[in-house]
């Protein structure tokens, strides 16, 4: 079950991405927001989406600004949260090999949605590499333990 937020610059990648989920029949809950004529503060979105990825509720997640540096910042504050923003399909399928990562974030003013769709469906395909990258990724889950200690 796949997580997915945008604030309102991201909305129409959204809904372009949403459309694409829905035909491959790929469950999914859209967290908002509900359109993209208001503005709204991307912050949020990316808080709500972290947050039902970093419970366990969703297995992953998929995050919209106007450029994804936002929208990606405010998710990677979320324990258990590794958002990578991707401009290319190279990026994301890395994204996924090596730093596991669980939540994508793409700028809805950076990239088209035919370049988004295949980012997308690279990364939702791409699976964790392990071996070396397991201990890589284990120090960044370390942090998060050591700074919620304080
Ligand atoms: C909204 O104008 C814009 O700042 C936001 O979508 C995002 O690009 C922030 O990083």
């Known amino acids: 079950m796949i997580a997915i937020g945008s604030d309102h610059a991201g909305y129409g990648l959204k809904t372009g991405i949403i459309e694409y989920l829905s035909s491959k ?3 999914y809950k859209d967290f908002g927001a509900c359109d993209g004529k208001n503005p709204v503060d991307y912050p949020d979105y990316g808080k ?3 947050e039902a990825v970093g419970s366990g509720e969703f297995e992953k997640g998929i995050i919209i600004c106007g450029t994804g540096i936002g929208i990606s910042i ?3 504050k979320v324990p258990g949260i590794r958002a990578a923003l991707c401009t290319d399909s190279y990026m994301a399928k890395m994204s996924r090999e090596h730093n596991n990562a669980n939540i994508l974030a793409l700028g809805g ?3 088209g949605l035919g370049l988004a769709l295949d980012i997308v469906e690279t990364w939702l395909n791409a699976s ?7 201990a890589r990724v284990k120090k960044i889950n370390e942090m ?3 700074y919620l200690k304080k």
């Open 109 to 111: 003013r950076v990239i």
């Open 74 to 76: 405010a998710a990677n």
């Open 48 to 50: 709500t989406v972290a």
């Open 144 to 146: 998060d333990e050591k």
């Open 128 to 134: 964790f590499a392990g071996g070396k990258h397991t």
């Open 25 to 27: 029949g790929l469950e």
